[in-house]
T-cell receptor
Framework: DVKVTQSSRYLVKRTGEKVFLECVQD?????MFWYRQDPGLGLRLIYF???????EKGDIPEGYSVSREKKERFSLILESASTNQTSMYLC?????????????FGPGTRLTVT | GEDVEQSLFLSVREGDSSVINCTYT??????LYWYKQEPGAGLQLLTY?????DMKQDQRLTVLLNKKDKHLSLRIADTQTGDSAIYFC???????????????FGKGTKLSVKP
């Protein structure tokens, strides 16, 4: 079974702090994704990576950066957390960017910025 | 731009059929998906349909695609309390150098099943 794990289920940070969200997958997938999920807005893609050290901006990259130094690990970084980044963050991975290929999701990290 | 619309809530009684509807805007979408999110969990792929099909059946799940109207539906037969979850419709689109692996999700339909 594919497993996508996220470092924390719940996180509380203060405004202005630097925040790291970690995601690890164990199926040697090429592609990894970071989404945020907000009530009434669904899932929105922040960034994705199609290979080690390669990244592409998604629909809402502002205020975020990412790092993929190893194939199995994809980190989302909030350089200076703000209250409007309070959200559920979901990581996903897939073996291919071809259509019809499943994205496997982690359980999510609920981040609160105070 | 691309958009996927679905109603936010649906309530049914146990044993009834549930029908969750979705409309999408990108006519170049070749794959459409249904994901399920149970409380406190990530999303799990339920099923997907290729755009040259108009129906796909998998046990209690039936997916209908009307490509002309850009309308997708998910029917769950004999709905059980364990089906209570949020259901997301998603389309894949050609972007980022020709890949379809990036999905546009709807806002999700919360299905409540009453005993």
């Amino acid at each position: 079974d594919v497993k996508v794990t996220q470092s924390s289920r719940y996180l509380v940070k203060r405004t202005g702090e630097k925040v790291f969200l970690e995601c690890v997958q164990d199926m040697d997938h090429e592609n990894m994704f970071w989404y945020r999920q907000d009530p009434g807005l669904g899932l929105r893609l922040i960034y994705f990576s199609y290979d080690v050290k390669m990244k592409e901006k998604g629909d809402i990259p502002e205020g975020y950066s990412v790092s993929r130094e190893k194939k199995e690990r994809f980190s989302l970084i909030l350089e200076s957390a703000s209250t409007n980044q309070t959200s559920m963050y979901l990581c996903a991975s897939s073996s291919s960017l071809a259509g019809g290929v499943e994205q496997y999701f982690g359980p999510g990290t609920r981040l609160t910025v105070t | 731009g691309e958009d996927v619309e679905q109603s936010l809530f649906l309530s049914v009684r146990e044993g009834d059929s549930s029908v969750i509807n979705c409309t999408y805007t990108d006519s170049s979408s070749t794959y459409l998906y249904w994901y399920k999110q149970e409380p406190g969990a990530g999303l799990q792929l339920l099923t997907y349909i290729f755009s040259n099909m108009d129906m796909k059946q998998d046990q209690r799940l039936t997916v209908l695609l009307n490509k002309k109207d850009k309308h997708l539906s998910l029917r769950i037969a004999d709905t059980q309390t364990g089906d209570s979850a949020i259901y997301f419709c998603a389309e894949s689109i050609w972007r980022y150098g020709g890949s379809q692996g990036n999905l546009i999700f709807g806002k999700g339909t919360k299905l409540s099943v009453k005993p």
